[in-house]
């Protein structure tokens, strides 16, 4: 039989392929804007037809329609990481919550969830029966290497891209052809306080370096600090629109790696058309399996390798809290703590984790005494080097606890500085900052009530 025979006796519609799957089954299924919408679709339409089937799934970009009251008995969705639409479920214990370290997730899958089922989004064949996963190779792929049955939504908007992201399709054991467009992550515009972050992160960031950038504000100013900037590399768990520009323009061109010279290597592709067009079929870029993008012992071969990651709120011994608030879930720890790792064992390496120094529009520190009672620490202290806010950088790593507390207070917001003073005083049983210190950080906090009258004025 040729590749052509094989696809074709294989291809049948959602509400065939759905009924391999049994009451009681694992189903893991691809994320982000890899998502299998299509057959997801089929499943929640017949869902009367199922019973206790677990739903696997790590980042959706659109809702989560297994939660709804009418699915209870029928679908448990055991998510890897909290989004808008299961946040609030995953809290009142209605949705499962898996944590994991990124790199990990392709193991904790396969060795400890073991699901029967994957669902995964493709492109078309090419001319010697290939199919490509297109954005999202993550976990996705090595699914379905062990998993007894593989449904694939065959889609022509899938960027056909390189790297360990193909597959025939006769590793495949149901094909449905259903064309959507894929969900976006397009850019917002970037605010000025994510401007000076940027600006911040940026000056830590040589010509050469290898970078690790997310999604989001904050990478997108990064980006954009860095046209001075020469011979970047690019190694990351997923990236956003904000990189095309600087790829296109050679800014990033890997040409100082150690590994995969010459080439953007991603887990996914978290942007919009912009993105996708440029992934299609471009060699330069390769998609890899997350656990080995992620694996910081392969981070650690490049050689200067910066990582940026977020967080939520930091307290003055630099435990860092990025997925949590309080016991509520808000997101999960994702990569940050696999590039923090691979960036400090790189030679060369630097770890940077940035934020706006407040939330709740300003009503709020996100650098505190205590992290919220709670909260899950993200990154360990030991494992923390730079902290970034608007107001400038804290290098944490080989200080004391004093000078890690001094350099935390110096970069929060203004408003709060006198009362994280005072919990230092309390803690340390001493002044932490000379009478000529404390005058200068007096007038900043003077200056920025002024700025505030003036503005509401």
């Not at 370290?101 to 669902?119: L, W």
């Not at 709020?364 to 970034?388: C, K, M, Q, W, Y």
């Amino acid at each position: 039989m040729t590749w052509k025979d094989i696809y074709e006796s294989k291809l049948v519609t959602a509400e065939e392929a759905i009924k391999a799957i049994n009451n009681g089954d694992k189903v893991v299924t691809g994320m982000g804007c890899g998502e299998p919408f299509g057959i997801q679709r089929a499943l929640i339409e017949n869902y009367q037809q199922f019973e206790n089937v677990e739903i696997v799934n790590m980042l959706t970009l659109g809702d989560s329609p297994w939660l709804r009251p009418e699915m209870k008995g029928h679908f448990i969705l055991n998510c890897l990481f909290a989004s808008h639409s299961n946040r609030k479920e995953i809290s009142n214990g209605k949705c499962e919550f898996t944590t994991s370290h990124f790199y990990e997730i392709p193991d904790v899958i396969k060795n400890y969830i073991c699901p029967r089922v994957s669902i995964v989004m493709v492109s078309p064949p090419d001319e010697h029966g290939y199919v490509s996963f297109g954005t999202t190779v993550d976990y996705t792929r090595g699914t379905t290497d062990y998993c007894e049955i593989v449904i694939a939504q065959v889609n022509k908007y899938v960027p056909r891209t390189f790297g360990n992201c193909i597959k025939h399709v006769r590793d495949f054991t149901y094909f449905v052809e259903i064309d959507e467009p894929l969900p976006e992550v397009k850019g917002i515009e970037i605010s000025n306080t994510e401007m000076e972050i940027g600006k911040h992160c940026a000056s830590l960031i040589n010509d050469g370096d290898c970078l690790q950038l997310g999604i989001g504000g904050i990478p997108n100013a990064v980006c954009a600090q860095l046209w001075d900037k020469k011979d970047l590399g690019l190694h990351s768990e997923l990236v956003g629109d904000g990189v095309v520009d600087l790829l296109e323009a050679g800014i990033i061109n890997n040409k100082k790696k150690q590994t995969h010279i010459g080439r953007t290597v991603l887990g996914a592709a978290f942007g919009s058309s912009k993105l996708n067009d440029y992934i299609n079929n471009n060699p330069s870029v390769e998609l890899h399996p997350i656990d080995y993008v992620n694996n910081p012992a392969e981070i650690a071969k490049n050689n200067n390798v910066v990582s940026i990651n977020s967080c939520l709120q930091v307290d003055l011994l630099g435990q860092v809290v990025s997925d949590t608030v309080g016991l509520n879930q808000f997101s999960a720890v994702g990569g940050q703590v696999d590039f923090v790792r691979g960036a400090t064992m790189s030679k060369g390496g630097r770890s940077i984790i940035a934020m706006p120094s407040t939330a709740k529009k300003g009503l709020i520190s996100r650098i505190v005494p205590l992290i919220t009672e709670g909260s899950a620490v993200t990154t360990p202290r030991n494992d923390v080097n730079f902290v970034v806010t608007e107001f400038g950088i804290a290098q944490l790593k080989g200080k004391t606890l004093k000078e890690r507390a001094k350099a935390l207070i110096k970069i929060a917001h203004p408003t709060f500085r006198p009362h994280l003073i005072l919990e230092y005083k309390k803690r340390f049983n001493e002044e932490p900052f000379t009478r000529e210190e404390l005058k200068v950080m007096l007038g900043e906090v003077k200056e920025h009530i002024f700025d505030n009258i003036r503005n509401h004025n």
